[in-house]
């Protein structure tokens, strides 16, 4: 059974940084794809952040040379490096991964930046 586990949200203001973590179980952060996607109130859930088992990397435009996507097979854990946060950021966060075709998705984690 696949459970991926956020954590790592909460409130800052303008300009600060945040580190939010994915603890996968059931799957392995290195060899799947692994990703972050965020969806704020009356908006659809996007895309922030993908990391494949290459460890190559991609993020939305938004949030490119601020935000960081990485992972520590060790801890099966695949992290969220924000930073110079924005009040646009504001929204609730979900760890993402693909694996056996299929789609599995945390509960989410809040992340609310105040201007």
């Known amino acids: 059974q696949v459970q991926l586990v956020e954590s790592g949200g909460g409130l800052v203001h303008t300009g600060g940084s945040l580190r939010l973590s994915c603890a996968a179980s059931?799957?392995?952060?290195?060899?799947?794809?692994m990703g972050w996607y965020r969806q704020a109130p009356g908006k659809q859930r996007e895309l922030v952040a993908k990391?494949?088992?290459?460890?190559?990397?991609n993020y939305v435009d938004s949030v490119k040379g601020r935000f960081t996507i990485s992972r520590d097979s060790s801890k099966n854990t695949v992290y969220l490096q924000m930073n110079s946060l924005k009040p646009e950021d504001t929204a609730v966060y979900y760890c993402?991964?693909?694996?056996?075709?299929?789609?599995?998705w945390g509960q989410g984690t809040q992340v609310t930046v105040s201007s």
């Open positions: 993402n991964s693909q694996a056996w075709g299929r789609e599995y």
């Open positions: 059931g799957i392995m952060v290195t060899i799947y794809p």
């Open positions: 990391i494949n088992s290459r460890g190559f990397t």
